[in-house]
C-alpha cells in the first residue's frame, strides 16, 4: 500500500466517524448546530484527500474539469442556498437531493459504458444497475417535488390509464435491467433506454402527489439517493461512500415512517393515493 | 474492491447505524435531520470526481463532468440549508 492510497483510505476513515458523531450530534436541540459542523469538515477531508486518489491519476486536463465543474456545481448552490427565503427550503432540499440522486447515475452510467462495473462479478454489476435506477428515480422525482413546491407545476397533469402506463414502465425497467446483467457487455443503448425509462418512471410516480405529502416524499427520495450512493460505493470500492450511504438510506426511511406517522398517513398511502383518482391529495 | 460477506457486514452495521441515530428524535428535529443526511449523501462528490477522472473518450468525460457538477452542489447546498435551518431552530428557542 502506497503513501497516498494509506492517506486516502484513512481519511475516509476519518470522514465516516465525523459523518456518523455529526448525525447524531445532529439529534439533539443543544448540539445540532455544531453536529453540522463536523459533518462538514468529514466532507471537506474526503473531498481534498480525494484528489490524491489512486484510481485519480488523470492529467492536468481532468483536474481541471474537477475544479471547474466543483467550482459551477459548488457555487451555483451556494448562491441559491444563501439567497432562498426560509418557507423555500423544503424545495431546495429537494433539489440538493435529487442532485446526489443525478451524480450517483451519472457514476453508474460512466462505469456501465466504461464497462468497469462488468469487471469485478455480477454482484457487482447489479448493485451498478440497481443504483442506476434508484439514482435515476430520485432524480427526476426530486426534480418534480422541487418544481411542485415552487409553484412551476401547479397543475397536476394526469395520463389516462396511469397506474397501467407505470406498470409498463415497471416491466420494461426490470426487463432491460436483466438483458444489460446478463450481458457481458451492456450495449450502450440498452444502458441509455434503461436510464431514460428510470427518468420517466421517477416523473410518473411523483406528479400525483399534491403538495402537503412532498415532505416524506422528499425524505424518501432522500433515502434512496442515500441507498444509491451506497451502490455506487460498492462498484468503485470507497467505503466511505457505502458507510454514509448507507447510514442516510438507513435514517432516511426510518425519518420518512416517523414523518408520515406524523401526518398520521402511510407512506404507500401518500405514493399511490394519487393514482387513477381525479380529486387525490393536491397542494 | 469490498465484496462478499465483508461488503454484507459493512452494509449491516452502516444500517443499523443510521437506525440508531434517528430513534429517538424530537420531531421537530425531523426536518434539519432530513437536511443534514441530504448533506451527508453528497459524499457522493468523492466518487463522481474519481469517475470523471477516469471516464475515457467525449461522452464519459461529460456525464462524469455533469455528475461532479451535481455532486458537489448536493454537498455544498445541503450544508448551506442545513446550517440556516439549525441557525433558525436556535434563535427561536432562545
Given amino acids: ?283 | 474492491m469490498i465484496t462478499g460477506f465483508v461488503a454484507l457486514y459493512i452494509f449491516m452495521l452502516a444500517a443499523f447505524t443510521g437506525y440508531e441515530i434517528i430513534g429517538r428524535v424530537p420531531a421537530i428535529l425531523h426536518t434539519p435531520l432530513m437536511s443534514g443526511s441530504n448533506f451527508v449523501h453528497g459524499i457522493v462528490l468523492v466518487g463522481a470526481m474519481v469517475a470523471l477522472g477516469h471516464g475515457e473518450g467525449f461522452w464519459e468525460t461529460l456525464i462524469g463532468f455533469i455528475g461532479v457538477i451535481l455532486a458537489a452542489g448536493n454537498a455544498v447546498g445541503g450544508y448551506v440549508v442545513t446550517e440556516r435551518m439549525l441557525e433558525m431552530f436556535k434563535s427561536s428557542k432562545d
Fill in chain 1, 1 to 283: 500500500m502506497s503513501f497516498w492510497e494509506f492517506t486516502v483510505d484513512a481519511s475516509y476513515f476519518i470522514a465516516a466517524v465525523l459523518f456518523i458523531v455529526g448525525l447524531k450530534r445532529m439529534g439533539s436541540p443543544k448540539t445540532a448546530k455544531a453536529g453540522i459542523k463536523w459533518a462538514g469538515i468529514g466532507m471537506v477531508l474526503a473531498t481534498v484527500v480525494t484528489l490524491w486518489h489512486p484510481d485519480l491519476d488523470a492529467g492536468f486536463f481532468r483536474y481541471l474539469l474537477i475544479f471547474l465543474a466543483i467550482g459551477i456545481g459548488g457555487g451555483g448552490a451556494w448562491y441559491t442556498a444563501k439567497k432562498v427565503q426560509m418557507t423555500g427550503m423544503p424545495q431546495m432540499v429537494a433539489l440538493y437531493n435529487g442532485m446526489g440522486g443525478g451524480a450517483a447515475a451519472a457514476i453508474a452510467l460512466v462505469e456501465l459504458y466504461s464497462h468497469s462495473a462488468f469487471m469485478h462479478g455480477t454482484t457487482v454489476l447489479i448493485l451498478a444497475v440497481v443504483g442506476a435506477l434508484i439514482g435515476g428515480v430520485s432524480f427526476s422525482g426530486s426534480l418534480i417535488a422541487w418544481a411542485k413546491l415552487e409553484g412551476k407545476m401547479s397543475k397536476t397533469i394526469r395520463l389516462p390509464a396511469q397506474h397501467l402506463i407505470n406498470a409498463g414502465i415497471a416491466l420494461l425497467i426490470v426487463l432491460l435491467g436483466i438483458v444489460i446483467i446478463a450481458s457481458s457487455d451492456g450495449a450502450p443503448v440498452l444502458v441509455t433506454l434503461f436510464f431514460i425509462a428510470s427518468l420517466v418512471f421517477g416523473v410518473f410516480l411523483t406528479n400525483p402527489i399534491g403538495g402537503a405529502d412532498m415532505p416524506v416524499v422528499i425524505s424518501l427520495y432522500n433515502a434512496l439517493t442515500g441507498l444509491a450512493v451506497a451502490f455506487e460505493g460498492f462498484v468503485l470500492g470507497n467505503p466511505a461512500m457505502i458507510i454514509a450511504g448507507t447510514v442516510v438510506g438507513a435514517a432516511g426511511s426510518l425519518l420518512t415512517l416517523l414523518m408520515a406517522k406524523a401526518m398520521n398517513r402511510s407512506v404507500s398511502n401518500v405514493l399511490f393515493a394519487g393514482f387513477g383518482v381525479d380529486d387525490g391529495a393536491q397542494g
